[in-house]
């Protein structure tokens, strides 16, 4: 359906000549078959003799945008001139309601197709578009009003029935929605009770009663429709659910252990058939009776699936003391034996018990004792495991790969890495080590060892699309931005300059690229990055469209509402947030350059600009070069042209402002999601909201470190910025009472300190936070300085993200760059892998990165060791190499083949999100901020 050809021509508020006027009708044939170029042609015809005539304009403005959709100006002037012209035509209504449509504009679309169907209040197919977009913003009483309409139209149509019935659904009117089915199921054939459709229907109606509360009702229902429905794995798990909510607990477990029979490592069946052997409102923390009543259920499963890994992992989150060390033992030592890399993954979630993980430590480690003795698992009283059979070596090896990864969770750097040499000297061609040898070096604050192994680990599987995504991954995180392009271009279909990886929607790859060219200060190309991830959410959310009216033909209802439902939290998935935060820092660091420009004088400005423009020039013509080389690559020029534009909007605030509401409406229970608003209000002067932002973050956490300084640089600010004034000056005198009470700035920072002596960010908070107060006068840096040189010996370690975030603030905020040195010194030790605080990052020059992406071959023997050649390579780089305390200088080779010095420097107190399966399990071990290349 474009336009409704009973309504053409007949709502027109200036008519044509007769000539103009058949010509005019003839356009809907044309529209049916596309022939744009044609209506362009017969429009200019008719307006030169009637230049005005509305709805001439806007079916050329609408022939013109299908036909060419970068003439968008264009197309809209005629169709704002048209309306102008005929404001009460359907057509001129129509058409920008279509274009509005196109652009995703939902609202401005719906408007119009209201203003449209003015001309004829029952139009069915006008109706039904408002009635999708309706959906599509959620406006659902409105949506309940319109179905009904339809349904009065046309009642025959099966679509009109669910439609009606689904909007009852939406705005939780579960009684009409069931009275509306009950009628459509009396009104259908007999015939037509047989199909897929109505048995889908009968589902949701079941789920209709479910959500009414009627359990009873559903139950009783769900047994009448059993034969009728096909989908007969839902009926089983409705009813083992519903036995459930009705407190039958009995049946509930013999259904759900038919359930697990089926598919015996689906959670939802767990986690149903523990709350059915339990009693009611059972706590987290079990009695020694219930763990007793629920292992022996779990035996029970265990015997129906011998094989199953979840019955018996499962029963290690709740059993404690000589029981779990029983069962884990017993665990741990079946899937060390048959080799099973995933072990420690599976096990990560026990170590949020501080006595479970010192339990796994003490096991794993007397594996290890007892597998290098006599190679037999130690026998432990109780267990099925007897400790007799001889293991294979794989079983030695496996310990120690667990081991590696143990002490890497406990933030031992150095004693995980040895166990993962060890395991290395055993099995050279184990890639699970070096992906071991990864984590270790990234937790430990190496990103670029971390992308070293990581490169190792893929060089010994080519054909793993997953090493290879890891590898891209850590290569961006390390700032490697060529090798990881010449890496990830393996597994797509363009070559390694134009990959297709926008096409495939690989956010996960736009967001590292936009993570690591924030890092190096390519704003305006990290924001290419970042709003490509934008655009595919605003994909995500276009495509629910066309669902409105499928899902009503095809009945899959349920399916139907968890889009929806879905669809209600898109822009608080991760990947989103992620996005939205890196568009948001880009203006803020764009804004900041700008303000450091305009506070130059004028002679310096003009430095600065020509130095920019010969830079730009240079990078032109060495973009020319390469296009030459590479046949002219369309691809970079487009890019670098969309990354100028998006650089340089006139209010990078403005713009950041945008999606700092979005966050605020989506994710507002993030503390994240206050302190990045309050920078953008803060730096726009708007006081309330930036006060605003403060609470908020307050009701969250109230003693995080930024938040802390942001409290005092907004109330110190305050009261010198003359732009607070009268009702404005009266807000923040009233929340300073409410936040501070009758405590002064330097008590509220005293205070803090005091509560937080023994954390390292929070001292270095309180001394940002004296330094801000002072003005930054040279008294106070040295108190500030003292503040977080007064560190007790005996606290407890920081994380690298603290300690480089600590030698930012004394070396960037508080500018001394001998207490910045001092502050290595003492902490460089307790983080000996960070290169972030000074260490050598031996992988790069043990295993170079060559062109292509790949770790060199040659240093690696057949039997794992290094080849004489290759150590003195090593040992000659290790004695070339400069290291100073504050940055470490490694060789890389680029994409040309030349090598070049990159300089590994710490970034600040910019974090790296972890992967979820690389992630320490509430640990204070936490991912290397990457440091910066410069090539």
Not at 525 to 547: G, I, M, S
Not at 751 to 763: G, I, P, V
Request: aromatic share 8%.
């Amino acid at each position: 359906m474009v336009f409704v050809t009973e309504l053409w021509g007949k709502t027109m508020a200036q008519p044509l000549p007769k000539a103009e006027l058949a010509h005019f009708k003839s356009v809907p044939k044309l529209l049916e078959t596309k022939q744009y170029k044609k209506i362009i042609k017969l429009c200019d015809g008719i307006l030169k003799k009637v230049p005005d005539h509305g709805e001439t304009l806007a079916v050329k403005a609408f022939a013109i945008r299908s036909h060419d959709n970068d003439k968008k100006d264009e197309v809209y002037a005629l169709m704002d001139k048209a309306i102008k012209k005929d404001g009460r035509s359907y057509i001129c209504w129509h058409a920008y309601g279509l274009l509005k449509k196109h652009d995703r504009e939902w609202q401005e679309a719906l408007k119009a197709f209201r203003n449209a169907v003015k001309a004829d209040e029952n139009n069915y197919s006008l109706l039904n578009e408002i009635a999708h977009l309706l959906a599509q913003v959620r406006d659902l009483p409105a949506l309940l009003e319109v179905r009904r309409k339809l349904l009065q139209l046309k009642p025959s149509h099966k679509a009109n029935w669910i439609g009606f019935a689904v909007a009852h659904h939406l705005v939780k009117d579960y009684a009409g929605a069931l009275d509306v089915l009950n009628k459509f199921e009396a009104a259908q054939d007999e015939d037509a009770k047989d199909s897929l459709e109505h048995g889908e229907m009968l589902l949701f109606r079941n789920v209709v009663l479910e959500e009414m509360g009627d359990f009873q009702g559903a139950l009783k229902q769900l047994l009448v429709i059993e034969s009728k429905v096909a989908d007969t794995l839902t009926v089983n798990e409705r009813k083992a659910l519903l036995l459930l909510k009705m407190d039958k607990r009995p049946e509930a477990v013999s259904e759900y252990r038919k359930l697990l029979r089926f598919n015996p490592e689906n959670a939802n069946y767990h986690r149903g058939y523990r709350a059915a052997v339990l009693p009611a409102n059972v706590p987290d923390t079990l009695s020694e009776s219930e763990m007793q009543t629920l292992h022996t259920a779990y035996k029970e499963i265990q015997k129906d699936n011998p094989r199953a890994t979840a019955p018996t992992r499962i029963p290690l989150d709740f059993l404690q003391g000589d029981a779990f060390k029983i069962a884990a033992h017993e665990y741990i030592s079946d899937k060390i034996a048959g080799a099973k890399p995933a072990l420690f993954a599976e096990l990560k979630n026990l170590y949020a018990d501080p006595a479970k993980a010192k339990c796994l430590e003490e096991l794993i480690l007397s594996y290890e004792s007892s597998l290098k003795k006599d190679a037999t698992f130690p026998k432990i009283e109780g267990s099925s495991v007897k400790g007799e059979q001889k293991e294979g070596p794989t079983s030695l090896l496996f310990t120690l790969f667990y081991l590696a990864q143990h002490f890497d969770w406990k933030g031992e750097s150095l004693r995980a890495l040895a166990y993962a040499d060890e395991a290395t000297a055993h099995t050279p061609t184990l890639l699970n080590v070096y992906r071991a040898k990864a984590h270790i070096y990234k937790h430990g604050g190496d990103p670029a060892s971390a992308a070293a192994f990581t490169e190792r680990a893929r060089s010994l599987d080519l054909a793993d699309r997953y090493l290879n995504t890891k590898s891209t991954k850590y290569l961006l995180r390390a700032d490697f931005r060529v090798q990881a392009d010449s890496v990830v271009t393996l597994f797509t279909k363009d070559g390694p300059t134009g990959n297709n990886l926008f096409e495939m929607q690989a956010s996960w790859y736009e967001l590292e690229l936009g993570d690591s060219l924030y890092r190096s200060k390519q704003y305006g190309e990290a924001l290419v990055q970042y709003t490509n991830v934008e655009k595919h959410f605003a994909d995500f959310v276009e495509d629910q469209y066309d669902f409105h009216s499928y899902c009503m033909r095809k009945l899959t209802l349920r399916t139907y509402l968890q889009l929806l439902q879905w669809e209600n939290t898109i822009y608080a998935q991760p990947f989103f947030v992620r996005a939205a935060t890196g568009i948001v820092k880009c203006y803020l660091a764009i804004a900041e350059d700008e303000e450091e420009l305009a506070a130059k004088s004028a002679e310096e400005r003009a430095k600065i600009r020509a130095a920019r423009r010969k830079a730009a020039k240079a990078a032109a013509a060495a973009q020319t070069k390469t296009a030459k080389e590479q046949e002219k690559d369309e691809k970079k020029e487009n890019l670098a042209e969309a990354a100028r534009k998006l650089a340089a909007v006139p209010d990078p605030l403005a713009e950041a402002n945008k999606y700092v509401d979005k966050l605020r409406e989506h994710v507002d229970t993030q503390i994240s999601t206050h302190l990045l608003a309050f920078n953008v209000f803060f730096k726009r002067k708007k006081h309330v909201l930036a006060l605003q932002s403060l609470k908020k973050a307050l009701a969250i956490d109230p003693a995080n470190p930024t938040l802390h300084v942001n409290i005092v640089k907004f109330f110190h600010g305050a009261t010198k910025d003359p732009s607070v004034e009268g009702p404005i000056k009266m807000i923040v005198d009233r929340e300073r009472s409410n936040l501070l009470g009758a405590k002064d700035l330097t008590t509220f920072n005293n205070e803090f300190y005091t509560a937080h002596a023994d954390s390292l960010a929070h001292r270095v908070a309180a001394a940002q936070a004296l330094s801000i107060m002072e003005d930054h006068s040279e008294v106070s840096t040295k108190d500030a300085l003292s503040m977080i040189a007064g560190m007790p010996q005996d606290a407890k370690p920081p994380t690298f993200q603290e300690a480089v975030e600590a030698h930012r603030v004394v070396r960037d905020v508080l500018k001394d760059e001998g207490a910045a040195a001092t502050l290595l010194a003492r902490y460089a030790p307790l983080l000996p892998l960070s290169a972030g605080l000074g260490a050598v990052s031996v992988a790069i020059s043990k295993y170079p990165l060559p062109p292509d992406g790949s770790l060199e071959e040659e240093g690696f023997e057949a039997d794992g060791e290094e080849s004489e050649q290759q150590q003195s390579q090593q040992q000659s780089q290790q004695e070339q190499q400069h290291t100073s305390s504050t940055t470490t200088t490694t060789t890389v080779t680029t994409q040309a083949g030349d090598p070049v010095a990159t300089t590994l420097s710490p970034v600040g107190s910019d974090v790296q999100p972890e992967d979820v399966e690389d992630a320490p399990a509430d640990k204070n071990v936490s991912p290397p901020a990457s440091p910066s290349t410069s090539k």
